[in-house]
């Protein structure tokens, strides 16, 4: 081990330590920078790609649109002294794999605001019909292997589950996308149509539904719940096959069931998926909102 190796691990060490005395401050990837707080310091500069991170280029886009119909402005809801989509930054920027996180948004009112807690944020059209076209606009011109797609609306994602499924593209190189998938908690859950159900062959999907998929007979409608998979909301594409699918006309199911990974089904592309245990609603109306502040609220005062 070279002297920036053991400087870097002295710094990973203090800092998961938490020294009182001493801070440590990641510029990128590639650049680490420890000092202490009394002055002076060191730095570990170009010491390039940190032990146990992929070759591939890997990065998150969180697309931010304004007018969510639900709940307009819901991305800059700020009751918690915090920007939504700010929780949502901050979460994505605790995940390993990715090298950096984007935002690209569809209103300069999302730019702006990010500006204020150093967010990276690209203005996109407002003409997008989903936030897969917003992201395939702003990575076109990135090098980049493997785009993370997360939603805004996420302040609660578990940063492991960003680089779970970004490791099921790096470990599966037949696959263009994946996303991932959990056990539903009661029946009222699989019965909402805004709780999207998938059905996979262990691996790989076959169906997402907003409907109860799949239909017990027996049961007349929903049987055992462990028979059935709740699909999160956040995928990992390969960049060329993003670049591709956003360019591809909605197919018949998409359009009937208003899920646009349907397309690629339609279109005979595998979807890989993964199973993942904690899960954490979106926010999609003011009330999901009101919960999540006094959750934030909640956890914050016990850390004081």
């Known amino acids: 081990m070279g002297r920036e190796e053991l400087l870097f691990s002295e710094l990973e060490g203090k800092f998961k330590a938490g020294a009182p005395d001493f801070r440590v401050y990641i510029v990128d990837k590639n650049t680490v920078f420890g000092l202490p707080y009394f002055g002076g310091g060191f730095s570990v500069k170009d010491r390039g790609p940190v032990p146990g991170k992929p ?8 697309p931010a649109r304004y007018n969510s119909r639900r709940f307009a402005g819901k991305v800059l809801a700020k009751d918690t002294g915090k920007f939504l989509i700010q929780h949502t930054f901050e979460r994505a920027c605790q ?6 996180v984007l935002i690209a948004a569809d209103d300069q009112r999302v730019v702006e605001a990010c500006q204020t807690f150093g967010a990276e944020c690209i203005l996109t059209s407002a003409e997008h019909n989903s936030g897969t076209d917003r992201i395939a606009e702003a ?12 939603q805004a609306d996420e302040p609660e994602i578990e940063p492991g589950n960003i680089d779970y499924v970004a490791q099921l593209l790096l470990d599966n190189p037949d696959y263009p996308m994946a996303t991932l998938v959990a056990e539903f908690e009661n029946a009222g859950q699989i019965a909402d149509p805004n709780i999207v159900k998938v059905i996979t062959d262990g691996s790989r999907a076959i169906y997402f539904s907003r409907a109860p998929i799949p239909y017990d007979r027996a049961k007349s409608g929903i049987g055992d719940i462990r ?10 594409y390969r960049k060329e096959f993003l670049l591709k699918i956003t360019a591809l006309p909605q197919t018949p199911l998409e359009k009937t069931e208003k899920l646009e990974q349907l397309r690629a089904i339609e279109n005979g592309f595998g ?16 009330q999901q909102y009101s919960e999540f502040v006094k959750r934030y609220k909640s956890a914050t005062e016990k850390k004081e």
């Not at 990575?139 to 997360?150: P, R, S």
């Open 139 to 150: 990575v076109a011109g990135i090098d980049v292997e493997i785009v993370v797609n997360l």
């Open 271 to 286: 979807i890989l998926t993964g199973k993942v245990k904690h899960v954490c609603d979106g926010i999609d109306t003011p």
């Open 227 to 236: 028979q059935y998979l709740r699909h999160l909301g956040i995928y990992a």
């Open 55 to 62: 070759d591939v280029k890997v990065i998150i886009v969180i």
């Open 95 to 100: 995940a390993k794999l990715p090298e950096k």
